[in-house]
């Protein structure tokens, strides 16, 4: 039995874990043909204050992260936003290389990449999981959620979450299931 997969995942009402995630960002100041800098960012940075929709996948270049999870919220990110959503966060196990080249490659314009480079955020989650049956090693499993000021207020896990799954379920992490449930949440405060 595998203690990872069978730790509890957080759920609504919980306080998103704290974290520092290891990103890059452009700085012009440092000049040449790599023009980026190492930048710690917080959990409370991007969460503290506002409401977000995270989306979280096994890996970047992987088949439905890219055909379909991704463009998903890259498409309808104006959609989320007009619903009250102040920005909208891709995470995934990977190194922030990695998840630049991947949302290069995608054409991701809207979308802000978020590396989980050490798996710490998907681990406090409960949402680390080994896929050693595909040589991926630790990734995370795929959801998505609605965070206001910190607190999930959606979270929506694929189901049957398991280290070395033999599927990639992909049913209710998708950005038109979140986008419906904010309208509900919407009109259940109205």
């Known amino acids: 039995m595998n203690e990872q997969a069978n730790t509890p995942a957080l759920a609504v009402n919980d306080k998103v874990p ?4 290891k990103t890059r960002v452009r700085d012009e100041s440092v000049g040449g043909d790599n023009p980026f800098v190492w930048k710690d960012v917080t959990t409370e940075e991007i969460f503290d204050g506002r409401r977000v929709a995270i989306f979280s996948l096994p890996g970047a270049f992987t088949p439905t992260c890219s055909s379909t999870h991704l463009p998903g919220f890259e498409s309808k990110y104006d959609e989320l936003r007009a619903k009250g959503v102040d920005e909208v966060y891709c995470i995934s196990v990977n190194d922030a290389f990695s998840m630049f080249q991947w949302a290069k490659q995608l054409q991701v314009q809207k979308v802000q990449m978020l590396p989980d480079g ?3 955020f998907s681990r406090k989650m409960g949402m680390l999981v080994k896929k050693e049956n ?3 090693g630790e990734r995370s499993w795929r959801y998505s959620m609605l965070v206001d ?3 999930i207020t959606l979270l929506n896990a694929e189901a049957g979450r398991v280290d070395n799954c033999e599927t990639d379920p992909f049913e209710c992490s998708d950005v038109n299931t ?4 904010i309208d509900q949440l919407a009109a259940s405060a109205a």
């Not at 704290?18 to 995630?21: H, L």
């Not at 979140?178 to 449930?181: E, F, G, T």
Request: a negative charge; charged letters at 5%; proline letters at 0%.
């Open 178 to 181: 979140l986008l419906s449930q």
């Open 118 to 120: 050490n798996g710490e």
């Open 18 to 21: 704290q974290v520092v995630f």
């Open 134 to 136: 595909l040589g991926f």
């Open 149 to 151: 000021n910190g607190v």
